[in-house]
């Protein structure tokens, strides 16, 4: 579980790199909202990170076992390709930061792919929810952290150190990935690349109401996704806080209000189950945006910073460990680098499209207005979770039927 949680804090820490981070240093360089959006598609490898899973799922690294060693290189490429996107420039040459930072978001996106594998390998179905918990601890901590702790940095001695910062972190975690144990019940490897691409695919569809699920995963967190696509323009440009109130007041106090978060969340979870826990943490995602809607409202209010992004987190850490909880059910062994990538994918694609969308809605129909369509947004996957429940009590079964199996 300690391995988790902390190979878990190593797969979070490029995310606001090509996200929150990349967001808040075009903004202070006075970059526009249109362009500020079309550099969130940076982050679309997260989405298609399913096409080269099957190649992790089959071919083994020449050190530490199938997981550790895929992600033992992904973390030091990471370090490299971290500390050149630091040493780029926005506003001299954006195309070269924006190839950087695609291969930054390649580089993350295939890391998850095997720390997500290592953890459905590694925990039986008895732990799955103390283990969601534990990973969505460890990864939301380090993105927010990381993501507060740039931006002061930046504020203070620059966007470069900022980014070498993060490096040095990122180098650091690979002594985590020496240490983390091998799963005592490996999966096997496909025996050829056509069986680790179609194998898994065709056990996961076979699954009964595997659509639905398919479905629910898409839109489950699309009220967030779109709320937080242009979180730090909003801030910067919309409301006009500055860097350090934003890494102080924002980043800072989500980092404490998601540990809380999460760890609330996998304990509910645990005697909620699924159902339960999903449609109470949705609610409580899509009333939060409304918070943000209140702040767009108000002007600059630091008080109501604090007030909007630590209730946000909180619940949205709840939620998320209830979520990663659902994937994990849904994968097998064998395939789990395959499945859980498909999955993962398909999950976060609304998070990284949005950034687009609400660049060309934003100046049309005003802050405070998306912000009432953010939560709206999240009815769809809240009626239709309603409709999953007796599925999602078949999958509960199932799963601890194959366990005592």
């Known amino acids: 579980m300690a391995a988790i949680l902390f190979l878990s804090f190593a797969s979070g820490l490029p995310f606001n790199l090509t996200n929150f981070s990349l967001q808040a240093w075009l903004a202070s360089e006075g970059l526009s909202i249109k362009t500020i959006g079309i550099f969130s598609l940076a982050a679309l490898p997260y989405n298609i990170k399913f096409l080269w899973a099957p190649i992790l799922d089959r071919y083994l690294p020449p050190i530490l076992g199938r997981r550790r060693g895929w992600i033992l290189i992904y973390q030091a490429c990471l370090a490299i390709c971290i500390g050149i996107m630091g040493l780029s420039s926005p506003t001299k040459a954006p195309y070269v930061l924006g190839g950087i930072a695609v291969l930054v978001a390649f580089l993350s996106a295939s890391q998850d792919i095997v720390i997500d594998a290592y953890r459905v390998d590694a925990i039986p179905p008895s732990e799955r929810a103390l283990a969601a918990a534990a990973a969505a601890f460890g990864y939301r901590t380090a993105a927010m952290l990381a993501g507060a702790v740039l931006v002061w940095i930046a504020a203070s001695l620059g966007w470069r150190l900022a980014f070498l910062f993060v490096a040095c972190l990122m180098a650091a975690t690979m002594a985590a990935t020496i240490w983390a144990p091998e799963?005592?019940?490996?999966?096997?490897?496909?025996?050829?690349?056509?069986?680790?691409?179609?194998?898994?695919?065709?056990?996961?569809?076979?699954?009964?109401?595997?659509?639905?699920?398919?479905?629910?995963?898409?839109?489950?967190?699309l009220g967030d996704a779109l709320a937080l696509s242009l979180y730090s323009t909003f801030m910067i440009q919309g409301v006009g806080f500055s860097l350090k109130e934003l890494s102080i007041a924002g980043k800072l106090n989500m980092t404490v209000s998601t540990m809380i978060g999460v760890a609330f969340g996998g304990w509910v979870y645990i005697r909620w189950g699924t159902f339960r826990s999903l449609l109470v943490f949705g609610i409580g995602q899509a009333l939060t945006n409304l918070l943000y809607m209140w702040l767009a409202l108000a002007g600059k209010k630091v008080w109501l910073l604090a007030l909007a992004t630590s209730l946000d987190t909180m619940i949205g850490g709840m939620g998320q460990a209830a979520f990663v909880a659902f994937l994990v059910s849904l994968c097998s062994v064998d395939f789990s680098a395959t499945q859980y990538a498909l999955l993962s994918a398909l999950a976060v694609l609304p998070r990284n499209v949005t950034g687009a969308?609400?660049?060309?809605?934003?100046?049309?129909?005003?802050?405070?207005?998306?912000?009432?369509?953010?939560?709206l947004s999240a009815v769809p996957g809240l009626i239709l979770l309603v409709m999953l429940r007796e599925s999602l009590n078949e999958l509960a079964v199932r799963e601890t039927a194959n366990a005592k199996g």
Do not use: H
């Not at 690349?193 to 695919?201: E, K, Q």
């Not at 660049?359 to 405070?368: F, L, N, R, S, Y």
């Open 357 to 375: 969308i609400a660049g060309a809605i934003v100046p049309t129909i005003g802050w405070a207005n998306f912000f009432v369509l953010t939560c």
């Open 183 to 221: 799963p005592e019940v490996p999966g096997r490897p496909p025996r050829t690349l056509a069986d680790a691409v179609w194998l898994p695919l065709r056990a996961l569809l076979s699954q009964k109401g595997m659509w639905g699920f398919l479905v629910l995963v898409l839109l489950y967190k």
